[in-house]
């Protein structure tokens, strides 16, 4: 019988503490993610449409990563204004 891959047993399973270190829970979760195999998986898939003869379309991993430093660049901006404390890992 196949396990459920969302089931409480399987989750707890393939979690464990974290010693402290550098990274922050955002920045853990981030790594986590970019080296988890649906990530690369949108190495592949291009974004809403395919043009081989256009060099500009960006697949979609590419598009996340733009992003995401659009995003953490946003949070370095309003945290320089000295108004805002935001997570550039959580972005």
């Known amino acids: 019988m196949i396990k459920n ?4 047993e399987i989750y707890l399973r393939r979690t ?12 853990r979760d981030q790594t986590k993610i970019i080296h988890s195999l649906p990530f690369r998986r949108l190495k592949h898939k291009t974004q ?3 043009a ?8 979609r991993i590419e598009h996340v990563l733009h992003v995401a430093t659009i ?8 945290n320089k204004s000295g ?3 935001l997570s550039e890992d959580m972005a």
Do not use: M, Q
């Open 48 to 50: 809403v449409f395919f």
């Open 71 to 78: 995003a953490a660049t946003i949070c370095r901006g309003l």
């Open 16 to 27: 464990h503490p974290h010693k402290p270190d550098l990274r922050d829970e955002y920045f």
């Open 5 to 8: 891959p969302f089931s409480e």
């Open 52 to 59: 081989p003869n256009n060099a500009h379309i960006c697949t």
């Open 83 to 85: 108004k805002w404390e």
